[in-house]
């Protein structure tokens, strides 16, 4: 296998053309804070930082509510190294697979193309890193003054990141591009040279857990025990590591939704007992399960991208042993993230949401994996739960256990290709017992929307590797240790449509939340408060 090195630094493609997009290279910041409370040291930012939260308890004998602010002394270290880091797709040569990779060659190359309304330059809309700001505070005339998110804290440019990957599909990377019919013509033309030299390597396949009609596309496929396969797929990301001299690599599971794995005691409940299951060749570990192990056991942090329960109690409890990191689940592009704006508005509006029913059709390969029952059981389970959070906050509008009527229905009608459709209607109780009914209809071109959380993932959880914090308290005798964030890294959310947390923890799929989580724990990496949108500067006599 040839991986996609595309490094500035280094090589000979850094001479071919600059690159282009918008930002500038891994690591580089918008700018420096102003503050005791913050320290740039030899290779790293170090933050001290108060985290006001609000203890809410009961009065056993009246029963009031009692709220009490509380401050938690955080501090936090950022390595500002980069370095060279890695990337490597499981199913690297389907649609998204392709599409993120012949995106990334073009923005890093600068390639153009030519459309019907002229020429197009490449760049990366729909990445909330690299195409979205942050407000970062107020100029002397009160005006706000905002940067690109991914210069908050330093962060890995998607220009300079090496890709590789796997598929049991063995076409290379410039003709799955071709067959994935995403881009333009003109633009696979330019792109194509480069691409046909990539070539995935060969994979698990499990022919229980994707579609039967997937069959035909396994034709580079591992031989062998469940065991060596592991371990093959552990040689595979230290190689990759080594032969690319990375400094990390991050495994993303953008291969076919898979169905739900069993969770059977004494099989995939615990670390240990996942491990034997492995070792004794346990028909009910997934090929994503598999990788996310061996993900784990190198220390490589792994993200599921697809919404099948990859990620089992065994492969968390794995994780948080060996102090690794692991995301998921399932992108959350189109319709669902549409859902998870559109219900948090309404329910915060104090509007009642009665019933959310969902169409889609698509004609994409993932179409016709999701065709077969039990894969798109996976799917129906990951896009029900978005609204639960929402619900549950407000008592007034639901009792407790009371929910809308959420219903999802997908199919495969092969002629719209990429172009997924999607039809959404909302109906919600408003005052005095009235109805209101929104009806949403969304193209979208489903590869284009899902490429960019690619990227927003890969450079979120590379962050993540480089960060470390302690608590402090005034009883400290010693220093506490620097220790790294949760191995459940719950801040990718805003990409993921079924957010997995650590265990016993909430979860959030109100995108709102999601992005401004992410926003404020960067500028608490760099000392600076939360952003809020109180403006009092502008709401006081001056
Ligand atoms: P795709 O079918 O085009 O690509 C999947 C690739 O995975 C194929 O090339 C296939 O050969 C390969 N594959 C299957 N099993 C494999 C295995 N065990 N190991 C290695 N490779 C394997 O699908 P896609 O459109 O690229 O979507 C990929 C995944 O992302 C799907 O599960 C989909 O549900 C999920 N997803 C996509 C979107 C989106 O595109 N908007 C959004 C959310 C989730």
Known sequence: MSPINITT????????????????????????????????????????????TTIVSRDTETGQLRAKPT????????????????????????????????????????????????????NYFGSVMMASTVKLGVDENL?????????????????????????????????????????????????????????????????????ANQEERANNVLGGTKQEHLEKLRKDIREFKQTNSLDRVIVMWTANTERYADIIAGVNDTADNLLQAIASGHAEVSPSTLFAVASILEGAPFVNGSPQNTLVPGAIELAERERSFVGGDDF???????????????????????????????????????????????????????VDDMVGANNILYKKGEHPDHTIVIKYVPSVGDSKRALDEYVSEIFMGGLNTISLYNTCEDSLLASPLIIDLFMMTELMTRVTYRVKTDADAVEPQWQPFHSVLSILSYMLKAPVVAPNTPVVNALAKQRMAMENIMRAFVGLPPNNEMLLEHKAFH
């Open 9 to 52: 630094s280094a090589g000979n493609r850094a001479a071919i053309a600059p690159a282009t997009a918008p930002g500038s290279a891994s690591g580089a910041t918008a700018f420096k804070v102003d503050s005791p409370y913050v320290r740039y040291t030899d290779g790293a930012i170090e933050s001290d930082y108060l985290y006001d």
């Open 71 to 122: 401050k938690v002394h955080y501090q936090f270290q950022t390595k500002t190294s980069v370095g060279r880091v890695g990337l490597m797709l499981v199913g690297w040569g389907g649609n998204n697979g392709s599409t993120v990779t012949a995106a990334i060659l073009a923005n890093r190359l600068g390639i153009s193309w030519e459309t019907r309304k002229g020429t197009q330059e490449p």
């Open 143 to 211: 005006r706000d003054v905002y940067v690109p998110f991914n210069e908050v804290v330093p962060m890995a440019h998607p220009n300079d990141i090496v890709i590789g990957g796997w598929d049991i599909n063995s076409l290379n990377i410039g003709e799955a591009m071709r067959r994935a019919q995403v881009f333009p013509v003109d633009f696979q033309r330019r792109v194509y040279d480069e691409l046909k030299t990539l070539k995935p390597l060969p994979s698990v396949y499990y022919p229980d857990f994707i579609a």
């Open 332 to 386: 959350k592009s189109g319709q669902t993230k549409i859902k998870s704006v559109l219900a948090e508005f309404l329910v915060n509006a104090g509007i009642k949401p009665l019933a959310i029913t969902s169409y889609n059709h698509l004609g994409n390969n993932d179409g016709r994996n999701l065709s077969a029952p039990a894969q798109f059981r996976s799917k129906e389970i990951s896009k029900s739960s978005v």
